[in-house]
């Protein structure tokens, strides 16, 4: 496709890392883009706001920042009657929705594939009217994202969040919840339920296939205890075939309406924004967006 007019919103939370960010897109972008306008979120909600006022005027929104910045970016064009094509610029600390698309984490590649015009339609997930990109999540996900050290994630990056994560096993409790999955009920108690669009977490692939984001479904997990075997398998090469876990405290379906039910209200995270809770009320939007992708990697 043909970029004659394009926004490029950024988030620069990271300092003066961020700045290094856009320039390097913008030295490649810039180029090939007859107009290029530059607009950086001072605030949360500021991405969901700018999508929604200058998106239909532009042919692509540029999101560089990580997967909370999408997440905000993405509720805003998700309302437009005619959407623009988007395109993700890692720059974050984990990326995993860039990751899920099979882009490259470095922003100058991202960016030079991006202008070879390659878009797909992706599904989104539509949670208690929020969309999300990559995950909806509660119980052990969420706690980890509330227990990273800001500090520690500005100076280690994505091992905070595996240093959170061991922290949290240590202290997880199990909840009971209901679910009905396709109309299909299940009833247990578990540490984390991981309702997946994408195939990326922490910065690692999840066993799930590639077509993930275009297959009308999610992937659920439910951990009914965790440790570090749970973990490896987790995060072990995704095998030939169908995955199913060797692990009996590992739960897995895929469905594409959900009602989940906690006996207590429990807090979610989204795309690692933590602002919704349970109950809830989960389902797919078919190829909602159209994305731009490139290289032999990309989904």
Known sequence: MEITKALLIHNDAAGSAAGSLVSSAVAVLAPAIKELDIIQTSGPGDGER?????GSGVDVVFILGGDGTVHECINGLTQLVHPPVVGVLPGGTCNDFVRSLGMPVDVTQSA??????????IDLGYANGRVFTNFFGVGLITETSENIDPNLKGSLG??????????????????AFEMEADGKLIQDEAVMIYIANG????????????????????????????????LRELLARKPEGEWQPKNDSILYYKARNIKLRTAEE???DTDGEVYLSTPVQISVLDHKLAFLVGGPDAI
Do not use: H, N, W
Not at 50 to 54: K, Q, S, V, Y
Not at 219 to 230: A, S
């Open 50 to 54: 700018i999508c929604l006022e200058r």
């Open 112 to 121: 030079r594939m991006m202008l070879e015009g390659r878009t797909i339609d």
């Open 158 to 175: 994505k091992l905070s969040y595996f240093i959170s994560t061991l922290q949290t096993i240590r202290s997880a409790v199990p909840f």
């Open 199 to 230: 195939r990326s977490l922490g910065s690692s692939a999840l066993p799930f296939a590639q077509d993930a984001l275009m297959d009308g479904q999610f992937d659920i997990l439910i951990i009914r205890q965790t440790g570090l075997p749970l």
């Open 266 to 268: 429990k807090q979610a």
